[in-house]
């Protein structure tokens, strides 16, 4: 025992050192280092999203001129069709805030890459705020009065500020979630279609599809006391209470960046006088690391994206993380699928010497991708629709009758010490 332990704090400091944040800046090629190490370094930047003064306007343009000529004999009347005018999309993002920059430029990285990889008759306009919810208020009004299509906020509270307004007049995709925990629900207006990225609806998914191939299977769910690690196991527990199935809920105390030695001891007791069927973590990789050091492998072990600290380039020169062997996650097909037939279309994020890009920048380029192609399919005028996206399947219903907007998730394993994606189920 003395020697897992010894072994699992090696390991954990090794892993805490996998990653440093690139920040983004306002091209496609993302660059610039951040001096930041740790994954639990790299989500105290991002945290804010558990998760925009006018820039210069990018347009199509082309023509179709007739040239005029005598008229020989008898001809058929032309057929005369009208061009539209542009689709203005506005690009709502906080780059005004320091707290907020990083991840709004890789957004905006992500969303202009998809940009110009299909314009057609689209105009964007990229409005920057600051991620105080009045400021957001304020950008989204002036967006919506200049624009078409409205792509943002980034944050909660911006969006709720938005929502409480009543000033929804335009089309309106929101780049966040509008409730969290135990806050009440807010409605959804007929105009705004919810798809930010959310460790809850990962976690309800691991849930679902953990819980098709068990039968009155208890499941041990385990979190620290971080807020997005206490949501994700919230809402795996409930799902899975949906599901017919028990569980019982631990948190496990951190010190340091460090799960408590005694908490780990009292924890393996608990598994192997209760032999749960599975173990939900809603924990990142380093501490998944240090729990399975100090429990074994031999109940089977879930989690989240939160479980793959590296980007999709990143894998074939990293060392291999063997103490998470069969650990099986949900992740988006950009961080699992080089040979997916989305993500080979767009490019990927610079990187700035040696430096590792955080995978949770990578999502959230990935994110502002498939922002781009929702609003440019909601732009031709389509109610309905599927898309293979970057981000997982997506179905999407929107403008007419309620709005809906659902994401389904690339299952994923880890074999021979790497993430590798599993067959869709």
Excluded at 65 to 72: K, R
Excluded at 152 to 171: E, M, Y
Excluded at 220 to 225: D, E, G, K, T, Y
Excluded at 386 to 397: E, I, Q, Y
Aim: some cysteine; aromatic content about 4%; overall charge neutral.
């Amino acid at each position: 025992m003395l020697g897992n332990l010894a072994r699992m704090f090696v390991l954990a400091g090794f892993i805490s050192g996998l990653c440093s944040p690139v920040l983004a800046n306002t091209s496609i090629a993302v660059g610039g280092a951040a001096s930041v190490t740790g994954i639990q370094a790299q989500r105290s930047t991002l945290e804010p999203l558990q998760l925009a003064q006018s820039d210069p306007v990018l347009r199509s343009t082309g023509s179709s001129d007739l040239a005029d000529g005598p008229i020989m004999g008898t001809v058929d009347m032309p057929v005369v069709t009208t061009r539209l005018p542009p689709v203005r999309i506005a690009l709502l993002l906080p780059r005004r805030s320091e707290a907020m920059a990083q991840v709004a430029d890789a957004v905006r990285a992500g969303f202009m890459a998809a940009y110009q990889h299909e314009p057609q008759n689209i105009t964007v306009n990229l409005v920057e705020t600051g991620d105080a919810a009045q400021d957001v208020l304020s950008g989204y009004l002036e967006a919506a009065m200049r624009n078409d299509i409205v792509v943002g906020p980034l944050t909660r509270s911006g969006a709720s500020a938005i929502v409480q307004n009543g000033s929804v007049s335009k089309p309106t995709l929101v780049l966040t979630q509008l409730n969290a925990g135990d806050e009440a629900p807010v409605g959804v207006p007929a105009n705004m279609l919810v798809m930010g990225l959310s460790i809850e609806d990962e976690a309800r998914q691991v849930a679902s599809w953990a819980g098709a191939r068990k039968t009155m299977a208890r499941a041990f769910v385990i979190s620290s006391a971080a807020s997005w690690q206490r949501r994700a196991a919230r809402a795996f527990a409930t799902e899975w209470r949906h599901l017919g199935l028990p569980s019982d809920t631990m948190e496990l105390g951190m010190s340091g960046g460090f799960i408590s030695a005694a908490a780990l001891v009292q924890l393996k007791k608990r598994i192997q006088a209760e032999k749960p069927a599975l173990i939900f973590v809603a924990l990142d990789a380093a501490q998944a690391i240090q729990l399975r050091l100090a429990i074994g492998g031999e109940v089977p072990m879930v989690g989240t994206s939160q479980l793959n600290p590296l980007a999709l380039a990143d894998w074939a020169s990293a060392s291999r993380l063997n103490d998470l062997e069969g650990v099986q996650l949900l992740d988006m097909p950009w961080q699992l699928q080089a040979d997916h037939a989305a993500v080979m279309a767009y490019p990927h994020l610079a990187k700035s010497g040696e430096q590792r890009i955080s995978p949770d920048i990578e999502r959230l380029y990935a994110l502002g991708i498939d922002a781009y192609r929702v609003a440019h399919n909601i732009a031709l005028k389509q109610t309905e629709f599927n898309l293979d996206g970057v981000t997982g399947r997506l179905a999407v219903r929107f403008g007419r009758g309620a709005p809906h907007f659902d994401r389904v998730m690339q299952p994923a394993i880890y074999r021979e010490g790497m993430v590798q994606p599993l067959d869709a189920r």
